[in-house]
């Protein structure tokens, strides 16, 4: 059985001619579905992908989670 597992996606995004950096933090089974639970998350808001970078996913530890939610359902 696969363990469910927390990733960090770190990136930028153009809109209006800003750069804005966003930090998500994900649970998956896989990386591929962090990213893209991510995407479309932040393509929810009328951003389009190609106006997405992305600059890091990393697995880390619920320990290492800022997010309340994600930190209390890992436990």
């Given at each position: 059985m696969s363990e469910i597992k927390i990733y960090r996606i770190i990136?930028?995004?153009y809109k209006n001619h800003k750069k804005y950096?966003?930090?998500k933090e994900e649970r998956?089974?896989?990386r591929e579905d962090?990213?893209?639970k991510?995407?479309?998350q932040i393509t929810s808001i009328g951003i389009l992908?190609?106006?997405i970078k992305i600059q890091e996913i990393k697995e880390i530890s619920p320990e290492?989670?800022?997010d309340y939610l994600i930190r209390e359902l890992s436990q």
């Open positions: 990136g930028i995004y950096l966003f930090r998956a089974l896989k962090a990213l893209e991510a995407l479309s992908r190609r106006q290492e989670a800022q």
